[in-house]
């Protein structure tokens, strides 16, 4: 193992086809990583299940990792999927995925072998390693040419350029090795990377060649907006790196040094990792969170489900929603990717028995199935219009093109011109 805690493969068990076949998980305790127990990986093939079983030291004491993994000495097993789905949560997606599989071409990869691959600094606040004594480490396949990896030194620059350079389909082995580094273990599909600020984590997150406008800078707005209107939003800020817009949002899943568990509204009610459209809804799973123990949060959840609708954000999967442990308690976390998107309908619909379109009008009927009367429905909607009157100031102060602005004004009309409705009689 090399100083920064890359393991080259000798402490890992390791299939005799190069696959990974054990990982142990641990959760930071007091400062210092605990494993809690294990996961075991069987059968062949590129796609393979596994089983998860806390340790018995973790049994006398612990507590569970996730609501959905009950603190038991019973296995839990992952199928229909690869993993328990809570450890999908802490894995690399699409975009963190593609930076593995172009840098280790020759590598099968699995979920197992995406876990081991990406780096320590992953969203949550589980961690994995080869042994329980070994604590945390990254695994890096044998052979490859990443090995000799640069130091974190990286510019913000450098990683613009990089992560165009994978985008577009052109990425050397220089740029694999920057990415490797900040952007292998991210979740999302977008291109992104990993930053620490004046001792702070953030993402930054970067255009891509099929945007149809300055998408960080859009984001940008309505993050903005999303807090004019009341909705918990993380630190953010807009920077500029060589002519391009970059969005640095800080991570909501760290305080200072402390890692925070993560768990998206996917993990929560037990829906397949490759869902997108779903018969789940907004009001299900608000109350599947109360159900599960979390701080209620009905209320949150239906101020944000007519924000996505007035800003026509219809990417509002189970993914894009999700929920923090913080001092032993999950709760809500903070709203995140919000951009308006031409798809037609929500991915997820109100409440049962109700469309998915995006018609906050008509959303306030559905206000009982989040256990909240007409008269605070009706506040909370007039609460979003008096934010999004500041609308055309925001796209002012961060100097949005004429040309965005007629595109976005053209996706979200009603954010512009939000409809007016009646009010309940006193």
Avoid at 369 to 380: N, Q, S, T
């Amino acid at each position: 193992m090399d100083a920064r805690g890359l393991e080259f493969g000798a402490m890992w068990k390791i299939s005799e086809d190069g696959r990974i076949d054990r990982l142990v998980v641990y959760v930071t305790v007091d400062g210092q990583p605990v494993p809690v127990g294990a996961i075991t990986v069987e059968g062949k093939g590129a796609v393979r299940q596994s089983r998860f079983a806390y340790a018995r030291s973790w049994l006398d004491g612990g507590f569970p990792i996730s609501p959905i993994l009950p603190l038991r000495a019973k296995a839990t097993v992952s199928a229909p999927y690869e993993l328990p789905l809570p450890f999908y949560d802490a894995a690399p997606d699409g975009w963190g995925r593609s930076i593995l599989t172009a840098a280790f071409a020759r590598q099968v990869f699995g979920m197992a072998e995406f876990l081991a691959a990406a780096g320590d600094d992953r969203t949550g606040d589980l961690r994995f390693g080869p042994a329980p004594e070994s604590g945390p480490m990254q695994w890096v396949p044998h052979d490859d040419p990443l090995f000799a990896l640069p130091d974190a030194s990286e510019s913000l620059q450098e990683l613009v350029e990089a992560a165009e350079a994978v985008d577009a389909g052109e990425a050397t082995v220089t740029h694999l090795r920057k990415l490797f580094r900040s952007s292998a273990d991210t979740g999302g599909a977008r291109p992104k990377a990993r930053l620490r600020i004046d001792g702070e984590e953030w993402i930054a997150k970067f255009r891509t060649w099929g945007d149809a406008f300055d998408d960080p800078k859009i984001e940008t707005v309505c993050l903005d907006l999303a807090d004019k209107c009341g909705i918990d939003v993380p630190p953010h800020r807009l920077v500029d790196v060589a002519g391009r817009s970059v969005l640095l949002v800080q991570r909501f899943d760290r305080e200072g040094d402390s890692r925070l568990g993560y768990m998206s509204a996917g993990t929560l009610v037990q829906a397949s990792p490759s869902t997108y459209q779903t018969n789940v809804t907004y009001a299900d799973v608000a109350a599947k969170a109360r159900r599960s123990g979390i701080e209620p949060c009905e209320e949150s959840i239906f101020r944000r489900m007519l924000f996505n609708a007035f800003i026509h954000n219809t990417d509002d999967h189970l993914r894009n929603h999700g929920f923090r442990r913080i001092d032993g308690k999950w709760t809500l976390s903070p709203a995140f990717d919000l951009v308006p998107c031409n798809r037609p309908s929500h991915a997820l619909a109100p409440a049962r028995g109700v469309a998915a379109i995006p018609d906050p009008v008509a959303m306030l009927d559905t206000s009982g199935a989040f256990g909240l009367d007409r008269g605070k429905a009706v506040e909370i909607y007039s609460d979003l219009v008096e934010g999004l009157a500041s609308l055309p100031e925001l796209l002012d102060r961060h100097e949005v093109s004429a040309k965005d602005r007629g595109t976005v004004a053209g996706l979200m009309p009603l954010a512009f011109n939000p409809p007016g409705i009646k009010t309940p009689a006193p």
